[in-house]
Structures are given as structure tokens and as C-alpha cells.
């Protein structure tokens, strides 16, 4: 388990704490808080075998890192050098993009593993949490290292990608210095009035704070210029400081269930969600490039084409779409509904279904079916290449006699219920 899922397990534990409710008498019994404490005692547990293994693992020598790590430096400097050398910018193949074809949508919320499952918001607004968190990190956490991970998860996540490169490249020069010159106090302080300080260190978030982690404070010389000034007694911690920046991750953000649960009228039908305009938004330019496509589909209509050209041109279709809203009705007049990126396989979906059943019908196994009574036998094929976007209603059967009488919705659930309108 590296720095960074460490990180991860210990704010998973906090938050457990955080959402158990008030405290309980060892001679008092609740099956959800039981429940509860059994999860965070095995994430304390994991934590605590985690700290035995790092103890019965030699200290290394501080020289030695820092020999090491000028080596590395040495190294990464001239594999820079001849990678330049041999690479060009008109020979250097793009970078793969993300498929975004929509801005932030309204009804779409997201959650992260930082702040759990249940903290669920627009794109904005939890990214505006996420940062939030990890300021508070960074000025109240006991454990230095902790204090870094958060400076480096904000570099990372709250940054373009070119703003957070400079970032990081200039703070580990900066750092590298100290490492490298010791005792030489010019290279332990950072005057905040220079430009490219604060363009490529101050101004992106999570810049100043892992100054701050790893030992600087803001002062003012005897001119009145602010500065940022290293105040410790020894570097060796910038050693491992550097390597949880170079080896930064972001903070993984994934698209929330947003569950609806629906209560069918008598003999409804149920369709396929309408999704809104922001999960296929199209610019001006976008949109008369549709009209010219459409124009080609009736052209393309009129000729004989292969299979291999037919399924070609409906994944080039479907690629327009970044979400995909699923209905699955179940027995009962019951309808569940969930959000899902394009690219999550089959299997999330049976996941989500398995996830709003109740007890009683948990251990029964159940098939989807779409309309014509066809199902995936494949379930680790993707959405998209399944066609079920930007939205599919799906049938549950169970394979297994289920009496009418049995609930087939999970308690916790049945308050979400409301009306599927027409």
C-alpha cells in the first residue's frame, strides 16, 4: 500500500466514524452500528498491520537517500536531454484526451473516495469540497506526511495539466536545491514579488501549501518584501516529500448512481429515461457538423454497406456521449434508476440492481433482459459498445420462484419511492 492509498484508508476510517452516529453502551446491541464498527475495525486493523510491517523494515541511511536521489536527478536530466534530442514537437504523437463532449451537467453529481460515497455533488462543488478538505488537512493534521499527500493530491486534482507540470517541476528545483546546496541560506528563501514564483508555485492550488508542509513560512525581510523562508533544522524529509510529488496522483472522482426509485401505476409501461441536452451538448460548430452527418446517413442509406462499416459508423455515433441514464424495472410495479459512464462494463449495472434489493431476495440469482428479451452474456463489455446509450430500460427476472408477497426493495430505499411520471 503506497503513501497515497494509506491516505485514502485512514480519511475512509474517519469517515466511517464520522457517519456511525452517537456513541453506544458496551451493554447496548445495534445490528447497523455493529455493523458499522465491524468495517472500521477492520480498516483500523489493516492500518495496524501495515505500521508492524513498516517497523520491521530497516531505516535507510539519510546520506544515502540523498546520494540516490541527486543520482536519479542526474539520470532523469539526461534521459530529458536525449529525449528532446530524438523527439520533436511535429513528430510527438497527441496525448489521449479525455471523451468530453459536455460541460458540467446539472443533474449529474459525482463523489470521490476521499469524502466518501454519500458526499455526492456537482462536478464544481465537489471539487470546491475536495479542496476545502485538504486545505484543512494541511494546516491541522499531526502527521507531516499527511500534510504533503494532501498538498500533492491538490496539485494534482485542481490543476490543468500544464499549469500543474510547471508546478511541480519548479517546486522539486526548488527543493532540489536545499537538498543539494546545504547550508547555503540563499536557496532557502523564495521572494514572493518574483513573477515566475508566483505564476508557477503560489497560484496553483496546492502550491503554497506543500511550501508550507515541508517547512516554509512567509516572513518579510528588512526591505518589507514578502518571502517565503525555509525554517527547519534539517532537509531529510524533503527526501521523501519530493518522491510523493514526482509520484502525485489525483483524487479519483466517479459519476454518482443518483438512484430514483419508482412506484409503476397498474399496467404502465416503462421507457427509456429521456436524458437531458448535457449528455450530447453540441456547440454551433458541432451542430451543423451533425446536420452534414445526417446528410451522409441518408446518402450512406442509399448504397450497400458492409457490416463491418455499419457497426464502425453506430460506435462512431455513440461517441458523442459521455453518460448514459438505465431504468431497470423490477417485480412488484417497481422502477430503479441509475447513472452510468459509457465506458463502466454491463456488470456495474447488475451491481446497482443487486445493491437496491431487498434481504430477502438477495441470494436469488436474477438476469436483465432489454425489451426483446435478450440478455448480455458478456458482462465486461462496456456500455457503449452494448448500445445502451445515451439511455436503456432493462427488465428483471428472477431465476429463482418468488413469491408475490416478497419484498423485493431494500427498507432503506422505500423513502425514495415516488411516481414514474408518463
Known sequence: MNKFKKFFAKKRTENHFKHSG???????SSGASSSTSRVVDRDVQAEAALRRL?????????????????AKKQLEDERRQMEELKITEASRPPEPQELDHSQVISNILYYSELLGEEHARTKPELLEDIKTFL??????????S???????????????REVKEKAIETICKLCQNILEHPGEEKYKTIRLTNEAILTRVINPVGGRAFLEAVGF??????????????????????????????????????????????????????KAPKVPDAFYNLSAAEIKAEQKNKSKEVESMLTLRTKEMRQRDEKSS???????????????????QG????????????????????????????????????????????????GLVPSANLHLTFLDNIDESTE????NHLERLHDLED
Open 318 to 336: 455513440n461517441n458523442k456521449y459521455k453518460y448514459t441514464a438505465i431504468r431497470v424495472r423490477l417485480p412488484g410495479n417497481l422502477a430503479v
Open 135 to 144: 486545505l484543512e488537512q494541511v494546516a491541522e493534521a499531526e502527521d507531516e
Open 54 to 70: 513498516q517497523k520491521t523494515e530497516p531505516p535507510q541511511d539519510a546520506s544515502k537517500k540523498r546520494i540516490q536521489m541527486m
Open 217 to 270: 513560512m512567509e516572513r518579510t525581510n528588512s526591505e518589507g518584501v514578502p518571502q517565503m523562508v525555509f525554517d527547519r533544522e534539517t532537509d531529510f524529509h524533503l527526501i521523501e516529500a519530493l518522491e510523493a510529488l514526482r509520484n502525485g496522483q489525483a483524487v479519483p472522482i466517479k459519476v454518482s448512481r443518483n438512484l430514483e426509485v419508482f412506484k409503476l401505476k397498474l399496467g404502465q409501461e416503462v
Open 146 to 160: 499527511d500534510k504533503v499527500i494532501a498538498a500533492v493530491l491538490m496539485l494534482y486534482s485542481l490543476n490543468q
Open 408 to 411: 423485493i426493495l431494500a427498507p
Open 22 to 28: 452517537e456513541g453506544q453502551k458496551l451493554s447496548e
Open 339 to 386: 447513472v452510468f459512464n459509457v465506458f463502466e462494463p454491463f456488470s456495474a449495472v447488475r451491481e446497482f440492481v443487486a445493491s437496491v434489493l431487498s434481504d430477502a431476495v438477495a441470494a436469488s440469482e436474477f438476469r436483465l433482459y432489454d425489451r426483446i428479451k435478450q440478455h448480455v452474456d458478456d458482462e465486461s463489455v462496456a456500455l457503449v459498445e452494448l
